[in-house]
């Protein structure tokens, strides 16, 4: 929820004016999806005797929000498009074991999450493309350059190919992320 309001913050009307008031709209939508997550997953913690913060969470994200504080178009490839396209490829392997464990209620509660991811991650292919247009940059190219300028985590296989091509990645951008530089 603070991610998604982070875009909006960090790149102003004012100082970004190749990002359309659609840009921000979104990201406002995307904060109140993140926030209906967060109560769903809490509300099952609770059923489970445990609350938000009993268990250790690492920073990945927030930690290349910093490293992409400078650059909408950056950050739209490093965190929608690489950081929470992780989340796609994890989810359905997360809610198998799940299932196998018995925990119908949380693998149907990351069934929500995952409809909803595949549209956050699709905007942030939608403003990456359309940063990349506006510069003059072949998007699909240009995201390869910089996970490898950025030394970020290269997606590993497998991949959820399905959910990726519904966010907006292609066929072939899948193929050629899918052969690691």
Not at 46 to 62: E, I, M, R, T, V
Not at 158 to 180: I, T, V
């Amino acid at each position: 929820m603070n991610l998604a309001l982070d875009h909006i913050v960090r790149f102003p009307a004012g100082t970004f004016p190749q990002l359309p008031r659609e840009y921000y709209a979104d990201w406002i939508e995307v904060a109140a999806e993140e926030a209906m997550h967060f109560e769903l997953l809490r509300t099952r913690l609770q059923s489970l005797n445990h609350d938000y913060g009993d268990f250790p969470a690492h920073a990945g994200l927030w930690e290349m929000a910093e490293k992409t504080a400078h650059d909408p178009l950056t950050r739209m490839a490093l965190i929608p498009r690489l950081l929470e396209a992780r989340g796609l490829d994890a989810t359905p392997p997360i809610q198998q074991r799940l299932e196998e464990a018995g925990d119908e209620a949380s693998a149907l509660a990351l069934d929500i999450i995952l409809r909803d991811e595949i549209g956050h991650v699709g905007l942030g292919d939608r403003w990456f493309r359309h940063l990349c247009a506006t510069a003059g940059l072949e998007p699909e190219a240009h995201y390869r350059q910089l996970l490898l300028h950025y030394r970020a985590p290269w997606p590993q296989a497998p991949m959820n190919d399905a959910a990726r091509l519904q966010a907006g990645f292609s066929a072939a951008e899948l193929a050629a992320l899918a052969k690691k530089m």
